[in-house]
T-cell receptor, first 112, second 117 residues
Framework: ELKVEQNPLFLSMQEGKNYTIYCNYSTTSDRLYWYRQDPGKSLESLFVLLSNGAVKQEGRLMASLDTKARLSTLHITAAVHDLSATYFCAVDAGSGTYKYIFGTGTRLKVLA | GAGVSQSPSNKVTEKGKDVELRCDPISGHTALYWYRQSLGQGLEFLIYFQGNSAPDKSGLPSDRFSAERTGGSVSTLTIQRTQQEDSAVYLC???????????????FGEGSRLTVL
């Protein structure tokens, strides 16, 4: 059974600092997604990574995928308060299932 | 509609009652998903539909939970004889399935918050 783990679970950082969130998964998959959830809100899509070595960037966030290591990273550059949210990765369970398993989430708080 | 619509947004019920939660996906989206999110927790997969069929029901917590989708559009999640542990936010998402040449990313509704007293 596919397991998806993120670390850290909680992250408090100062504005202007850099940090990386990690997403590890347990079985082979070529597709990984990152979502953002603001408090009391639903999830919105951030990045779609569809192959080994895929890298996507949007503003201060950059996501990458290493399917051989079963690892994705979400890198935050020069954090700002508006990035405070919970970030989830999600992995396709594979074998044509189209079933997406979500990670535990990383709650990010950027301090001014 | 422009996005995924869920109703009710909030539901308070007494233990033992049945509840129905509705999801209206984005028009044309063939795949529809139900997840459950307990307070401060991650997303727990419940079930997904491809068209009107549910290839994977493995996430339904018990036989008190059921879901259906009609006309390849609206879906209803039914919880019978609700228990306090059923209290959570139930999220619905839809997508163009990956095999249609799309990315498979999910578009989420705002959720239905269920409180069982």
């Amino acid at each position: 059974e596919l397991k998806v783990e993120q670390n850290p679970l909680f992250l408090s950082m100062q504005e202007g600092k850099n940090y990386t969130i990690y997403c590890n998964y347990s079985t082979t998959s070529d597709r990984l997604y990152w979502y953002r959830q603001d408090p009391g809100k639903s999830l919105e899509s951030l990045f779609v990574l569809l192959s080994n070595g895929a890298v996507k960037q949007e503003g201060r966030l950059m996501a990458s995928l290493d399917t051989k290591a079963r690892l994705s990273t979400l890198h935050i550059t020069a954090a700002v308060h508006d990035l405070s949210a919970t970030y989830f990765c999600a992995v396709d369970a594979g074998s044509g299932t189209y079933k997406y398993i979500f990670g535990t989430g990383t709650r990010l708080k950027v301090l001014a | 509609g422009a996005g995924v619509s869920q109703s009710p947004s909030n539901k308070v019920t007494e233990k033992g009652k049945d509840v129905e939660l509705r999801c209206d996906p984005i028009s044309g989206h063939t795949a529809l998903y139900w997840y459950r999110q307990s307070l401060g927790q991650g997303l727990e997969f419940l079930i997904y539909f491809q068209g009107n069929s549910a290839p994977d029901k493995s996430g339904l917590p018990s036989d008190r939970f059921s879901a259906e989708r009609t006309g390849g559009s609206v879906s209803t999640l039914t919880i019978q004889r609700t228990q306090q542990e059923d209290s959570a936010v139930y999220l619905c998402a839809s997508s163009l399935a990956f095999n249609s040449g799309r990315s498979g990313e999910l578009f989420f509704g705002e959720g239905s918050r269920l409180t069982v007293l």
